[in-house]
């Protein structure tokens, strides 16, 4: 089960929640701002960040500017306080697996996301004019060699 994170005014978070529901993907949704984020929740969140907290704070956004705060000199339970207390600072949507975590509406991301059996759909699909075509050939050949597969998601 995936997570996503969204927020009610947020057109990329309608866009991300209608893709899930159009590939029967399912979801928990749970809005920043109406869902009290759990310490547990948010440090499991940062886990599975790449480039630390840059992939899910908007340091441009005007509420983190408001702050008058340097994100990098914050604590972990500062960071946690800030969050829980500021989720207008997260950027969004923010869509979490057991794996990795994807922020944003990129549908090409998105579909890392995607379960094994929907991935392989794409045999039916994929022309032999696509670019990708020999690697949707290898992955459909042998699914666990991207690493991708969802059976254990949240």
Known sequence: MLILYTSSGCASCRKAKQWLKDKHIEFIEKNIFTTLMREDEIKFLLSRCENGTSDIISIRSK??????????????????????????????????????????????????????????????????????????????????????LMNDLL
Not at 74 to 80: D, T, V
Not at 86 to 99: A, E, F, H, Q, T
Not at 108 to 124: F, M, Q, Y
């Open 63 to 148: 509420s983190y500017r408001l702050l008058n705060k340097n994100i990098e000199d914050m604590s972990m339970n500062e960071l946690i306080r800030l969050i829980q207390n500021n989720p207008s600072v997260l950027k969004r949507p923010i869509i979490l697996s057991k794996n990795s975590v994807v922020v944003g509406f990129d549908e090409e991301e998105i579909t890392s996301l995607t379960p094994a059996h929907i991935r392989l759909k794409v045999e039916d699909r994929c022309p032999a004019s696509c670019s990708n075509l020999e690697l949707c050939i290898n992955v459909r050949k042998n699914p666990d060699s991207d690493g991708l």
